[in-house]
């Protein structure tokens, strides 16, 4: 059975840096497409970026430029590298793999 935990969040001034990860466990890791999310109260939960097995790689607008999705098969980890923060990147990050999610991580982006 699949699970993901996600860690990494914290509080961090606009225009600093965070580093999400995602652990997952179970096989099949590096076939399989892997997506981060993210949910800021009162929105819709919403992609910021996803990786395939083959390491194309897809952005939200919003994010393309400053933010850079990548994987570690060896580790079953996908990380995210978040650079440029803005207070609108405020939200809950939630790793996906399929049908699966992680439990979030809370990015914080405040003066």
């Known amino acids: 059975q699949v699970q993901l935990v996600e860690s990494g969040g914290g509080l961090v001034q606009p225009g600093g840096s965070l580093r999400l990860s995602c652990v997952a466990s179970g096989s099949g890791f590096s076939s399989t497409a892997m997506g981060w999310y993210r949910q800021a109260p009162g929105k819709q939960r919403e992609l910021v970026a996803i990786?395939?097995?083959?390491?194309?790689?897809n952005y939200a607008e919003s994010v393309k430029g400053r933010f850079t999705i990548s994987r570690d098969n060896a580790k079953n980890t996908v990380y995210l590298e978040m650079n440029s923060l803005k207070p609108e990147d405020t939200a809950v990050y939630y790793c996906n793999r399929g049908i699966v999610w992680g439990q979030g991580t809370q990015v914080t982006v405040s003066s």
């Open positions: 990786i395939t097995g083959g390491g194309n790689r």
